[in-house]
């Protein structure tokens, strides 16, 4: 598994529990991931 998807498959279970914000705190994750 990459470490992308495996950050991802993370988020994606926290976000049951925390919701939109670790949503959006993760996209900023993926442009800080692209530099």
Do not use: F, H, P, W
């Not at 991802?8 to 705190?25: A, H, I, S, T, V």
């Amino acid at each position: 598994m990459s470490k992308k998807a495996a950050i991802y498959q993370y988020l994606k279970q926290q976000q049951m529990l925390y919701g939109d914000e670790l949503y959006l705190n993760s996209l900023t994750v993926e442009e800080d991931d692209k530099r």
